[in-house]
């Protein structure tokens, strides 16, 4: 290993100079790629870049004082495991590059790594080296800056002068490279002795497909493109997936002794080995090391999470330089700990380890260090080597190997925690370090596993992997950005990030809500939403015309979605903005109310895709959603703090644009019953149903009052789409229908299908005056006729339409006195009717529209005729003040 210098690491990935950079140019030549495993994805005049794919490739390392002779000593070794050398004794044809992984080294003696390919035959079950330093290596997809050269004089330091103008191109390219004094990599392409046939590049690690989803889990997905090279920032698909598979053992049966020197690498006597790659180990002090608990259930993201979160800490106390941006360490200690019972999504947790260099610490004050810093002392155990790039599965693999061999030979181990230590830079591809440890039992000194549960010991450590319940693409958005961005929000603190949800604190809201029946979430939220927007678009006491804040917020109880049954609560809520929260207008409909302040609100909440319903209901998508949810809270350790009421749960709609919906699922640390309805409110009473409608097919009006012989109703809906025409027989009702139908089937601006025209269209009769003449001939009736908007309309702006003669409307509509009509209606018998409802209201003293009357019904088209319900009468005057 390198030297490790930990703070290398943390050095910026994007080295910056004032240097003009090189335009990549598709006329330079083709990047020269000669075998199966290279593929060019951009290429500069200077310098191309180029993918490796997944491969089996066999190595070793040496030290020596001259990187040619180091790679002639380092070849004689493969060319033994490639002439029978190995378990199977067989011969493997030699493939090309034959790569030397070096970097410029600060002492006397130089690492030198050969390594080479093995043949695609060899990939499932390789031969297994003899010789123990002789390790086989999967290299995961790897994106290199590579450049060819003309070699002059000796190999090893023409190729090092290559690597360092290949550098300076990439600094002055303002490409992100790992680190300024990492490794390089010599490839010989064919050779073989005679000379002509030789081809040399050197090559420089820009990425792999490990670093890359690393960074996608610290950075997210957009910053971290910044990592890749400059040509690859537009394709999101970089890496194919899955790849071919390769089945090698990693685990390697000689630690070897010079994976870490220098002053930081701790120091250990080795008490034994066996011949299974076991070395009992002793380490008189470790550390100093700082440690965290990431909030995680997952080996991958406790190594993301962990090493953001030190980072952070580190320049909180001043550790790292302002400005430096986080970037993967190493080396780092990820341990497992199985604190529950086997087989539970979250009985295994995790805490990160890093070693903190101690020159740095002499720079900081002791009462700071001490606050996050800490030894070990006298730690000793049991530890397995393995190579690979740190996926789970092989460090699991090899903690289960372990285990066993510690478990068949009696020794006494902890064997319900391990550590995996990742030694290398993700840039050292060939011949990697890690190591897996667990502790003796006597060394059980506090320093390890220091999890405050108690509860350590009880069960031995489950290395099974199991799949993630969750469906992270069908969930996480990773493109679209917080619709709070965008649009206003209530005030609110991402105060910790688990694996699958966050939660969030909402400091001092106070709400307008509505409760609504309804069989499903959807339905009873659209349905309440009108009602709620009525009160901010002026239905209150003040008429004030209030601001619509995101999200809408939808309240039920979330073990009833499955029940058929329609008469499910919904509570839904509006936040009101900060202004309103001391004194705000009262509604004025008797079913929406506002609630009291809350003065925290604390919840945690994913998101989800709406769109994506599969098989299932979209409630019992949700349901079940909530139930995993609240399944892996219940199977995480108590320090995770994560309590909270599972039946009563909230749906939080987000619109930031007319297109663009945002659905959260989210769960209360504790349910805010100032926004439930209170258990005595006589609103439910308004609902009652009618024969007309039943289903969600249509807007029920709403009964306000029942009067002596009429009923006074009301619209909920807040949007429709209209067409004026004349009324007398000149005007066609049948053709305003037929208007109006080819709205919903297209005939708007977006050629849009809206769905099916709802119940009721509303017709109304006006006289206008007679100096204003509208239509031919001597008609001075008016015919208007609107249908609602679908419910989605309601809530977002519809497309115009293209017919003549129809408008969208947004109104408020008053109440109306209404009577019902059962039964065939002739116009002589309807202008009866109304004449008598007149002279009613007019008793009654009601202010009513004289100008014009209007009718509606919910009958389908078909309705036997004695069966019809036609209601007609008079709109409402508002009354002024
Ligand atoms: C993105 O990368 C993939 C894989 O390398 C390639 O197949 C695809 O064509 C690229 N797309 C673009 C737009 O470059
Ligand atoms: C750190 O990251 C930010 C954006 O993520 C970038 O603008 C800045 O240049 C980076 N700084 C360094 C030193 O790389
Ligand atoms: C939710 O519904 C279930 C089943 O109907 C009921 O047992 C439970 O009491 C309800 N919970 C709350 C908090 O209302
Ligand atoms: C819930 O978890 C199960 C596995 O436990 C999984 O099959 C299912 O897809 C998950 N459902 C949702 C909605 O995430
Ligand atoms: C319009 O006025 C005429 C006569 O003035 C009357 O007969 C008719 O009923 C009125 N129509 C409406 C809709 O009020």
């Not at 320049?315 to 360490?329: C, D, I, Q, T, Y």
């Not at 019972?341 to 903190?356: E, L, W």
């Not at 309240?555 to 001391?582: M, Q, R, W």
């Not at 705000?584 to 609630?595: A, E, G, K, N």
Request: glycine share 6%.
């Amino acid at each position: 290993m390198r030297l490790p210098l930990l703070f290398a690491g943390l050095v910026l990935n994007v080295l910056l100079s004032g240097v003009h950079g090189v335009r990549a140019d598709i006329t330079s030549p083709p990047c020269d790629v000669s075998d199966h495993l290279h593929e060019c994805l951009c290429s500069y005049p200077e310098y191309h870049v180029r993918r490796m794919r997944r491969s089996l490739w066999v190595s070793t390392t040496v030290w020596d004082l001259s990187p040619s002779s180091g790679r002639a000593r380092a070849l004689k070794k493969l060319q033994r495991y490639l002439h029978g050398h190995n378990n199977q004794g067989v011969t493997i044809p030699r493939e090309w590059p034959l790569t030397t992984q070096t970097y410029v080294p600060t002492g006397l003696l130089r690492e030198v790594t050969v390594a080479l390919p093995l043949p695609r035959e060899e990939w499932i079950s390789p031969p297994v080296p003899e010789d123990p330093t002789v390790v086989l290596d999967v290299v995961p997809e790897t994106v290199l800056y590579v450049k060819s050269f003309r070699r002059r004089g000796d190999l090893g330091f023409s190729a090092q002068r290559e690597a360092q103008k290949l550098l300076h191109l990439l600094i002055a390219n303002k490409e992100p490279i790992v680190r300024r004094d990492d490794y390089y990599y010599i490839l010989q392409h064919g050779g073989d002795g005679s000379t002509l046939r030789e081809r040399y590049e050197v090559a420089i690690f820009a990425t792999n497909a490990v670093l890359d989803e690393f960074y996608r889990g610290t950075d997210g997905p957009g910053e971290r493109l910044l990592r890749l090279p400059r040509c690859l920032r537009g394709n999101d698909s970089l890496w194919s997936s899955g790849g071919a598979s390769v089945h090698a053992d990693l685990v390697r049966r000689y630690c070897g002794t010079t994976f870490c020197y220098g002053p930081d690498c701790p120091t250990y006597t080795i008490q034994s080995k066996d011949g299974r790659g076991v070395e009992r180990r002793s380490y008189r002090t470790v550390g100093p090391f700082m440690r965290t608990d990431p909030l995680t259930c997952q080996f991958d993201r406790a190594r993301q999470q962990g090493q953001k979160i030190m980072f952070q800490k580190l320049k909180e106390v001043g550790l790292a330089s302002p400005g430096r941006n986080f970037s993967r360490f190493s080396p780092v200690v990820t341990e497992v700990v199985q604190v529950g019972s086997r087989g539970g999504s979250c009985s295994r947790t995790y805490a990160s380890y890093m070693p903190v260099p101690r020159d740095v610490l002499t720079r900081v004050s002791q009462e700071k260090t001490e606050s996050f810093v800490s030894t070990c002392q006298d730690l000793s155990g049991y530890v397995l080597c393995f190579g690979g790039h740190g996926g789970t599965e092989t460090a699991f693999e090899a903690g289960r190997r372990l285990s066993t061999a510690l478990a068949d030979r009696g020794a006494s181990f902890s064997d319900d925690a391990m550590a995996v230590v990742e030694y290398n830079v993700q840039s050292r591809v060939f011949d990697r370090h890690n190591e897996v440890f667990m502790e003796t039992r006597d060394s059980e000194n506090g320093c390890l596993h220091t999890d405050s549960s108690g509860t350590q010991g009880q069960n031995s450590l489950d290395f099974t992997l199991t799949k993630d319940w969750f469906e992270g693409a069908d969930i996480t958005s990773p493109d679209l950005q917080h619709p709070c961005t965008k649009a206003p929000c209530p005030h609110n603190k991402i105060t910790r990030t688990f694996d699958h949800f966050k939660e969030h604190r909402y400091m001092k809201t106070r709400w307008v809500c509505t409760k609504e029946r309804s069989c499903e979430a959807v339905s009873g939220r659209d349905k309440a939403m009108a009602g709620l927007l009525f009160y901010i678009n002026g239905r209150n006491d003040d008429r004030a015309t209030i601001e619509m804040m995101q999200p809408v917020l939808t309240i039920h109880n979330v073990t009833e979605v499955s029940s058929p049954a329609c008469d499910k609560i919904f509570t839904v809520c509006l936040y009101l903005p900060t202004g309103y929260h001391d004194n705000p207008p009262r509604p004025v409909d008797t079913q929406v109310y506002i609630s009291e302040p809350v003065e925290e609100l604390e919840l945690f909440s994913l998101h989800f895709n709406n769109a994506r319903v599969g098989g299932l209901s979209r409630d019992l998508y949700v349901s079940e959603l909530a139930h995993n949810v609240t399944a892996e809270m219940s199977s995480m350790p108590d320090r995770f703090d994560v309590r909270c009421e599972k039946e009563m749960i909230a749906e939080l709609l987000f619109m930031a644009t007319e297109d663009e919906e945002w659905h959260e699922l989210a769960f209360f640390r504790k349910v805010p019953t100032q926004l439930l309805p209170q258990t005595d409110s006589q609103a439910d009473d308004v609902h009652v149903q009618y024969d007309a409608c039943q289903n969600d097919a249509c807007f029920l009006h709403e009964k306000v009052r029942d009067w002596d012989g009429f009923t006074e109703f009301r619209f909920d809906i807040g949007k429709w789409v209209c067409m004026k025409t004349a009324g007398c027989e000149t005007g066609n009702p049948r053709d305003v229908f037929l208007a109006l139908t080819s709205y919903f089937g297209g005939k708007n601006v977006a050629g849009r299908v809206l769905g099916n025209m709802m119940a009721p269209v509303v017709m109304q009769y006006k006289n206008i005056s007679k100096d204003e003449d509208p239509f031919p001939g001597s008609c001075h009736e008016e015919l208007e006729a609107c249908a609602p908007l679908p419910r989605y309309y309601q809530r977002k702006n519809a497309p115009a339409p293209t017919e003549e003669g129809l408008m969208l409307r947004q109104v408020v509509t008053p109440s109306m006195y209404i009577i019902a009509l059962k039964g065939h209606i002739t116009s002589a018998q309807l202008s009866l009717e109304l004449e008598t409802l007149k002279h009613k209201l007019e008793e009654t003293g009601l202010q009513f529209d004289k100008s014009g009357n209007l009718f509606y019904t919910y009958d389908e088209p078909f309705t036997e005729v004695d069966r019809r319900v036609t209601y007609t009468g008079f709109w409402k005057l508002q009354t002024v003040g």
